[in-house]
């Protein structure tokens, strides 16, 4: 350890004698010292408050309203009290799907310009390759160079290699991350396939749940790291809520019978929550329930469409307890008021189905003790246990999205609307805050850079990059206004423009739409044909980013 001159210069030094004297002398030195100090910084916690720790914390397909400081039912004590210490987004946005998103929150890129415009597949275009490529770094690559710890626990999902056999060169260990405990790509909760440390596969053992083995292994990268005088980033991207339902027994049981009014009734309830806390306007009207389903009283399988809501809500509550036991471990080690903690999901709640022939590296044969899985959505199967693979569905997808229309995988709010809560002692000091300002995951390199005082780079390691899209949010966290810029998205042919107010949107293979987001952020009342010259200037927009940013026709 080394001491400051300031701590020393109150110490008397020994004066002469004997050697006993003199050794006894530099005990009481050594006591005194540690006496003077925090029992934290004892043990190796940073000293220099001016350098702070960076937390990220994704969730993956959380629906807009799916936290209770955003209109939930469901237990999320512990986001909520970062909510309240904190600063909560309202008009945040992702890229509406979990590669395109973890790429963009990795790079500070828009998807297309690091690879990942799409999926795993490689389309053979520079944009859609499905791996990240050489011309992005990643924010845990630059916090390295910086002097940063850099670990990571949970999802990647930016790299189409997967098996031990293959190109690891898209790895977290390979982009930036000293340490890493997770997943390649998406799994079950109670033994995900793709299980590693660093770069050795493992197989789940015991009484194991991932959701809270993410959790679990944050708190000992924060115990690990607070021993070097070094300050650290953690990016915790957690598999929670996305199917398959699969959760523990006695949390599943914290919600039985809460959803038994129904899906229309859950969105009325958490809409006029929202309006209540200031998260949405009580003039954007809330959207009708999704045409593919019907009213919740003619509804069948009841019990079992209930269940599979409760079982989601306890993979919501896993997350956020889990996230609680980070939030006491920084505590403990007293590293709270230094660090930067930002929560945010990969996309909005997804509407999929899931029929018996799933096709994805995620869903086993068999569950640990050999049980054959029930692949698909089949009322005469409960969900929650580990030999079941089902999702919740359509209607319960647009409840999690409230107020807003549309899932993961389109650019209609309901798809790219993301909360955000940040959470930063030192910095934020006026809690329970709520900013209108707007946002993309494009944004959190520009930031985690401005924390950490250093430069995004034109060339690393001898080679070029391209330039980061996003900015700092930092203004934003100390109340601050920041100007708006014109924002993008495409996926699978999904396109958007937001400038300011306005926001131009095409449901492929559509035509485009135009919205006013001040009056009417639930896009109910298409003004298209009101403002051509608007929207003639907003397509001009929209295809200039994309011939920078390697966007493609869908249809090509």
Not at 189 to 216: E, N, Q, V
Request: with cysteine; proline share 7%; charged share 20%.
């Amino acid at each position: 350890m080394q001491f400051t001159s300031s701590r020393l210069k109150h110490i008397p030094s020994p004066s002469p004698g004997s050697l006993l004297h003199g050794t006894a002398t530099l005990i009481s030195i050594i006591l005194a010292v540690c006496l003077s100090l925090d029992a934290g910084q004892c043990e190796g916690q940073p000293k220099d408050d001016s350098v702070p720790n960076i937390i990220i914390i994704l969730a993956d397909d959380l629906g807009f309203s799916d936290l209770g400081c955003y209109g939930s039912e469901i237990l999320t004590p512990n986001l909520d009290v970062l909510a309240k210490g904190g600063l909560r987004f309202t008009q945040f946005y992702n890229a509406g799907r979990c590669c395109p998103s973890r790429a963009s929150l990795m790079t500070g890129l828009y998807p297309h310009q690091a690879g990942l415009g799409h999926m795993m597949k490689d389309y053979r275009m520079p944009g859609y390759r499905g791996n990240l490529n050489k011309s992005c770094v990643t924010i845990a690559t630059l916090l390295d160079a910086a002097g940063y710890q850099t670990m990571m626990c949970g999802k990647w999902h930016l790299s189409r290699h997967f098996g031990s056999e293959g190109p690891k060169h898209n790895w977290p260990v390979a982009r930036g991350f000293q340490k890493f405990y997770g997943t390649l790509h998406g799994g079950s909760y109670f033994d995900p396939p793709t299980r590693m440390r660093d770069t050795r596969f493992l197989r789940a053992t015991g009484d194991y749940y991932y959701t809270d083995a993410i959790s679990d292994q944050a708190g000992r990268f924060i115990e690990e790291a607070v021993r070097s005088d070094k300050p650290f980033f953690l990016y915790v991207s957690y598999t929670a809520p996305h199917f398959p339902l699969q959760a523990r027994p006695e949390t599943i049981a914290r919600y039985r019978g809460k959803y038994a009014a129904g899906w229309d009734t859950l969105r009325q309830q958490r809409h006029r929550r929202q309006v209540s806390m200031g998260i949405v306007q009580s003039n954007w009207p809330l959207t009708p329930r999704d045409s593919r389903v019907g009213p919740w009283e003619t509804a069948p399988y009841r019990p079992w469409q209930q269940r599979r809501m409760e079982v989601y809500a306890a993979q919501v509550d896993s997350m956020d307890r889990g996230i609680g036991r980070i939030m006491e471990k920084l505590r403990q080690v007293g590293a709270e008021r230094n660090t930067l903690v930002m929560f945010l999901s990969d996309n909005g709640a997804n509407d999929e189905e899931i029929g018996p022939k799933l096709e994805s590296p995620s869903v086993p044969e068999k569950s640990r003790y050999g049980q054959p899985v029930q692949v698909g959505n089949k009322p005469n199967f409960m969900p929650g246990g580990e030999d079941t693979f089902q999702s919740y569905g359509i209607a319960w997808a647009n409840a999690s999205n409230t107020p807003f229309r549309l899932y993961k995988r389109h650019v209609h709010e309901g798809g790219i609307a993301t909360p955000l809560i940040v959470y930063w002692p030192s910095v934020i000091r006026e809690g329970g805050r709520l900013t209108n300002q707007q946002g993309h995951v494009i944004d959190l390199m520009a930031t985690c850079l401005d924390v950490a005082d250093t430069k995004y780079p034109k060339v690393f390691k001898g080679l070029p990059l391209t330039p980061a899209e996003g900015r700092s949010l930092v203004p934003i966290f100390r109340g601050e206004e920041r100007k708006p810029v014109p924002l993008f998205w495409e996926h699978e042919g999904h396109r958007a423009v937001r400038d300011g107010k306005w926001k131009l949107v095409c449901k492929f293979p559509g035509k485009w739409e135009l919205y006013n987001m001040e009056t009417d952020r639930t896009e109910m009342n298409d003004l298209v044909a009101q403002y051509p010259k608007g929207v003639q200037y907003m397509i001009d927009l929209y295809d200039a980013w994309a011939g920078r940013a390697n966007v493609q026709p869908w249809h090509n």
